[in-house]
């Protein structure tokens, strides 16, 4: 195998790669700080929008090289650092502290220099640095041949660094979905079908719902790392099976923080069993992300409640039997102060009657991808709920309650993103090495190769990323921003994966029968959902320019 002329920084021992990348890695870390303290000092402010979401993409990369060293650290700890995942390190910290010194796309055309964030003296000194250089001068172009040669060689996009017991779950459910799902997908996507009922009960059966449920409320309580690894699989797969605990994740988040103790002992276990499918019912037409403007009001009738409103983008409404439903129960207190959490029961629909509950009306919203789940827009009409379903008992807290959950739906999210570009990685590769064009196949030609390298590494990197957050909430930290990151990052991720294996694919690419064309329409929807790009980016300033 050739490695391409390949420098001395690949020849170093482990001991010392790893102090050269500890080293870019500081350098990095130090950048963003002056970076921080100089626009602390120009005094931004919210309306400064494109600067201080330009600033959260900084930090992103940087947390994201921090979490592969932390990565490289283990596996060079327990002896499972090879060849591979030091390309992968290397290719990484190339890559992104490049795009640190010259600027890194926010979208497809709007790239973030480092010119409006810091002042030139500044960059120079990163740009000068002696380690940043010799890393930069190796990024995933460099290295991407070898890095291909190498996947194709063991089988592998690299270890992950997962420990034994998360190792056999993550290769449990690559099983599973290689035989349950993979050669289906693509039939449930183009017929627009909701994904087998049997097919949900036997995620039900694998644990799938109960995840990060406690086991005094039938859940196995693996946690939050455990839902990622999970997540990703199965949304490499298809998405919609990767999102159908995301529904049983936020009930069960928000019942095991806010919940009374009826309510927990009532719906825990029904949740984690797979019983009661719940579903998130919060967007309305006019808010979109500001849930604080919502209208759908609960009013108090003979001591129930009485539910009157409009809600858009229900994933998986009509085959559910739970709502978490957010409302308006004092229309008197502006904002967020008037919302409360609702655990409102209905009838589980079919295809022909959605929603046959009373008081409830509805229809499906057609949608690109994203489907087996579907979309629905539903609208109440005096629907009955009783007030014994208001979440800990207690009204307006359900904005502070459902903040609460985000953490952990956008870490989830950054996982099902992560099997989408796996997914697209991998049909990829098949393709590449298949199709043969001008006498040899393309994976042989350097624009393939390198984008098929790209995947690779900075689908590592996000991975080990969205486990460190993962971690982080495990250990009942706060993780918003890390959070966000991942999400951030994953969502961009999926998408880039997916367009870049269309191009592979070429014309067959746009052809319904490729499941590549249903991977670019399911990937869109990644950088939307659970907060679109730009509000992960407003996340992540305010978390770390908390003055601007």
Request: proline letters at 3%; aromatic letters at 8%; a negative charge.
């Amino acid at each position: 195998m050739s490695h391409n002329g390949q420098s001395s920084l690949l020849d170093l021992n482990t001991a010392d790669l790893k102090q050269e990348l500890s080293k870019a890695l500081n350098a990095a870390q130090l950048f963003l700080g002056s970076i921080k303290v100089e626009l602390l000092e120009r005094k931004l402010t919210p309306a400064d929008q494109y600067v201080r979401h330009g600033f959260a993409w900084y930090a992103a990369y940087v947390e994201t090289m921090a979490a592969t060293f932390l990565w490289l650290e283990e596996l060079g700890a327990t002896g499972r650092l090879g060849r591979l995942e030091k390309l992968i390190a290397v290719g990484l910290f190339g890559d992104y502290l490049t795009q640190l010194a010259h600027g890194i796309a926010m979208s497809q055309d709007e790239v973030i220099r480092p010119e409006l964030l810091a002042t030139d003296q500044t960059t120079a000194d990163f740009v000068s640095n002696q380690s940043v250089q010799n890393c930069r001068a190796f990024g995933t172009s460099k290295l991407a041949k070898e890095i291909v040669d190498l996947c194709l060689e063991q089988g592998s996009y690299g270890n992950q660094g997962l420990d034994e017991t998360f190792s056999m779950i993550a290769d449990q459910f690559h099983s599973f979905v290689d035989e349950n799902v993979t050669e289906h997908a693509q039939n449930w996507h183009l017929e627009n079908r909701l994904i087998p009922d049997d097919l949900v009960r036997q995620l039900a059966d694998l644990g799938v719902f109960g995840l990060t449920i406690g086991e005094a409320y039938g859940g196995t309580g693996l946690g939050k790392l455990a839902m990622c690894i999970v997540t990703e699989e199965l949304s490499r797969g298809y998405i919609g099976v990767g999102s159908l605990g995301t529904r049983s994740e936020i009930a069960g988040e928000l019942i095991q923080i806010g919940g009374t103790e009826e309510q927990k002992a009532k719906y825990l276990p029904a949740i984690a069993s797979g019983e009661i499918l719940p579903v998130a019912v919060f967007t309305e037409p006019n808010t979109g992300s500001d849930l604080a403007s919502l209208r759908t009001r609960a009013e108090r009738v003979h001591g129930r409640y009485r539910v009157t409103g409009n809600k858009t983008w229900i994933t998986h409404a009509g085959r559910s039997d739970l709502m978490t439903l957010l409302v308006r129960t004092n229309p008197d207190e502006p904002g967020h102060r008037g919302l409360t959490m609702l655990l409102a029961e209905k009838q589980r629909g079919t295809d022909e009657e959605p929603f046959p509950t009373p008081g409830m009306s509805g229809g499906e919203i057609h949608v690109l991808g994203y489907r087996g789940m579907k979309e629905y827009e539903i609208a109440f009409d005096e629907f009955d709920v009783p007030t014994s379903a208001a979440l800990g008992g207690e009204e307006g807290q359900g904005f502070r309650q459902l903040m609460q959950t985000f953490e952990a739906a956008r870490i989830q999210t950054a996982a099902r993103a992560i099997g989408v570009a796996v997914n697209a990685m991998e049909v990829s590769f098949s393709y590449a090495q298949d199709r043969v064009q001008f006498g040899k196949p393309i994976i042989e030609n350097e624009r393939i190769y390198g984008k098929l390298a790209r995947m690779v590494v900075e689908l590592m990197g996000v991975r080990q990323l969205t486990y460190a957050a993962a971690r982080k909430k495990d250990q009942g930290g706060r993780c918003d921003v890390e959070a966000g990151m991942a999400k951030l990052l994953a969502a961009r991720l999926a998408w880039s994966a997916a367009d870049n294996g269309l191009q592979i694919h070429g014309g067959n690419g746009y052809s319904l029968e490729f499941p590549i064309s249903r991977i670019l329409c399911d990937a869109r929807i990644l950088n939307i959902f659970e907060g679109a790009a730009e509000m992960q980016a407003e996340i992540i300033a305010r978390g770390l320019l908390p003055r601007a």
